[in-house]
């Protein structure tokens, strides 16, 4: 049991690692200006790492045959391109019963290109 749930947790663990290096960190030197750059009047460009975020989805269930489950989905967009074409999602899923000790967990990068 110790170990079922010390392996949900590192799923875990590592869906939300993944989310935090998934988003764009500030470059330093973009916040060192000099005084002239301070006179001048520039757009604001907002930075996005990728178009669709992330999604989690828990489920539980209860059947006589099949027994109390529980699932974890994650699913986020890694990138897609300008003209929609393409995408390349990444997704993590994990799944437990509790009354036959049947554990599953799976995880992959996905891509689509339309030509």
Known sequence: MFS???GILFLVACCLVSLVASYRQPYTE???TS???LLQVAPL???ARSPEGGSVVVTASKDHQVGREASVQYNH???SSGDGR???DAYAQASRNFDFNRNNYEGGIRGTWHF
């Open 4 to 6: 079922n749930k010390c």
């Open 30 to 32: 973009e916040f060192q």
């Open 35 to 37: 005084p002239d750059q």
């Open 86 to 88: 393409g995408s390349i």
């Open 45 to 47: 460009v907002r930075r």
């Open 77 to 79: 967009n890694l990138y």
